[in-house]
Nanobody, 123 residues
Framework: VQLQASGGGLVQTGDSLRLSCAAS????????MGWFRQAPGNEREFVAA????????RYAESVKGRFTISRDNAKNTVYLQMNSLKPEDTAVYYC?????????????????WGQGTQVTVSS
């Protein structure tokens, strides 16, 4: 599975962005997909994850109610809709795929990673 993330950019506090992650490979519809982020000087942290069929999602407490993860298996794409952005959301965002149907919030449980897309939120 190869992953290509896009949609990052520079926005102001309160703005919205939608990240996309296009996947190649035949197994996308069987992969749990996740979004992680890493700010300068910080560890990579979990943001959101979605089950293979899209029916189960999980979010970090810091983004609950503001971010929504979704997927379109027909398009081999997972999305992260980010609303009410805050400066502390500034980070490089990575999409990841897991060869499992069990959601995980731990990065080492994911098998494939995209290259990351920068999100910068100015105050």
């Amino acid at each position: 599975v190869q992953l290509q993330a896009s949609g990052g950019g520079l926005v102001q506090t309160g703005d919205s962005l939608r990240l996309s992650c296009a996947a190649s490979g035949r197994t996308f519809s069987r992969n749990v997909m996740g979004w992680f982020r890493q700010a300068p000087g910080n560890e990579r942290e979990f943001v959101a994850a979605i089950s293979s069929g899209g029916g189960v999602t999980r979010y970090a407490e810091s983004v609950k109610g503001r971010f929504t993860i979704s997927r379109d298996n027909a398009k081999n794409t997972v999305y992260l809709q980010m609303n009410s952005l805050k400066p502390e959301d500034t980070a490089v965002y990575y999409c990841a795929a897991r060869d499992s149907n069990v959601i995980s919030t731990t990065d080492y449980n994911y098998d494939y990673w995209g290259q990351g897309t920068q999100v910068t939120v100015s105050s």
